[in-house]
């Protein structure tokens, strides 16, 4: 990430909503473990955001770009052990096999729909540093792709508390 940006402020960090969404800082091992299973080379600033705090609540929730809106409720870690990492019983395959969302890349995080609309890094088109977009999937619109930001940092710096 750049350095003008201030991750301090990005997580929610109740320790009761911890379990089983935060997983410790991610090795390079580990890193090129889950990228291998997943089949996709994980963005530059997803793994900086990840190795600073890997995965959880973060208290910024809301993103609005081009028309575009959706509130999230958590990032997957990497890894393999928590459920909700990308690795993990409720990650990105149980997305793309259990309920179906498209194959397009890796789910990363889940909106306040419970399930019913997942952000994805979208490796179907790559922007101009190699990286994959960020859009968001809408299981109740037949799986509409609706493209939100052109990398991943540009989804993160535009998140902000939700009013």
Same mark, same amino acid.
């Given at each position: 990430?750049?350095e =003008?940006f201030?991750?301090?402020?990005?997580?929610?960090?109740?320790? @009761?909503? +911890?379990?089983?969404?935060?997983?410790?800082?991610p090795?390079?091992?580990?890193?090129?473990?889950?990228?291998? =299973?997943?089949?996709?080379k994980?963005? #530059?600033?997803?793994?900086?955001?990840?190795?600073?705090h890997?995965g959880?609540f973060?208290?910024?929730t809301?993103?609005?770009?081009n028309?575009?809106?959706v509130e999230?409720?958590r990032f997957f870690?990497?890894? #393999?052990? +928590? =459920?909700?990492s990308?690795?993990?019983?409720?990650?990105? @395959?149980?997305m793309?096999?259990?309920w179906?969302?498209?194959?397009?890349?890796? +789910?990363?995080a889940d909106?306040?729909?419970?399930?019913?609309e997942?952000i994805?890094l979208?490796?179907?088109?790559?922007?101009?540093?190699?990286e994959?977009?960020?859009?968001?999937?809408?299981?109740?619109? =037949?799986?509409?792709?609706?493209?939100?930001?052109?990398?991943? @940092? @540009?989804?993160?710096?535009?998140?902000?508390?939700?009013e």
């Amino acid at each position: 990430m750049k350095e =003008d940006f201030d991750l301090n402020n990005l997580w929610n960090t109740k320790e @009761e909503e +911890a379990e089983g969404h935060i997983s410790s800082v991610p090795s390079n091992e580990l890193i090129a473990e889950v990228e291998q =299973d997943l089949g996709y080379k994980l963005p #530059k600033s997803y793994l900086e955001l990840m190795k600073q705090h890997n995965g959880g609540f973060p208290a910024k929730t809301h993103f609005a770009k081009n028309g575009a809106e959706v509130e999230i409720v958590r990032f997957f870690s990497i890894g #393999k052990d +928590a =459920d909700n990492s990308l690795c993990g019983k409720f990650g990105s @395959e149980f997305m793309i096999k259990e309920w179906g969302y498209p194959q397009i890349g890796v +789910a990363i995080a889940d909106t306040i729909s419970g399930g019913h609309e997942m952000i994805f890094l979208d490796y179907r088109e790559l922007n101009q540093e190699g990286e994959p977009k960020v859009v968001l999937v809408d299981q109740e619109s =037949d799986y509409a792709i609706i493209p939100l930001a052109n990398s991943f @940092e @540009e989804f993160i710096r535009g998140l902000t508390k939700s009013e």
